[in-house]
């Protein structure tokens, strides 16, 4: 199996990328991981929803038929570790090639992506910026392998 995580736009702030780096490569260990940057270029003007739309195209873009796509969203299902670990596991038994996970640009995501979505999930119900969200992001995932595998990371 593997994952694939999503995001649009890179990661401007260099510690932001360094901690999802040292995650990623700890994800490495359990499972095949990939990060799959979408660029998109605003023009100025260009109203939200449209950004929103093209940025979804190109999601969609890399999204095949069979992959079980995961929406992070503020307003999705709420899970614990524990629960998101058990979540993963439930997903590896039914042997999905990959698991998508999605994480929207400043404006979210559009209305395409979440109807393609098999499943939506938030990470908190607070509000927090879509760079802060892709570390929690890996921690969380980096979290659910270290549980599932009984190692002492989770307390």
């Keep these: 199996m593997k994952i694939v995580l999503l995001l649009c ?22 499972v095949k991981f990939e990060t799959v940057i979408i660029h998109h270029k605003h023009s100025a003007g260009i109203q939200k929803e449209q950004i929103k739309n093209a940025e979804a195209e190109k999601i969609l873009a890399h999204i095949n038929a069979q992959d079980y796509v995961v929406a992070l969203d503020e307003k999705g299902n709420l899970m614990t570790s524990q629960e998101f670990s058990g979540f993963l596991q439930k997903q590896m038994n039914k042997g999905h090639k990959r698991i998508v996970f999605i994480i929207g640009g400043a404006y979210g995501l559009a209305p395409a992506v979440y109807n393609r979505s098999d499943e939506i999930l938030s990470l908190s119900p607070m509000t927090f910026t879509h760079q802060m969200a892709r570390v929690f992001f ?12 009984g190692e002492k990371y989770h307390h």
């Design 9 to 30: 736009g890179k990661t401007e702030d260099k510690h932001w990328a360094a901690s999802i780096e040292d995650y990623s490569s700890r994800i490495a260990h359990y």
């Design 138 to 149: 890996v921690e969380q995932l980096y979290r659910a392998f270290t549980i599932l595998n």
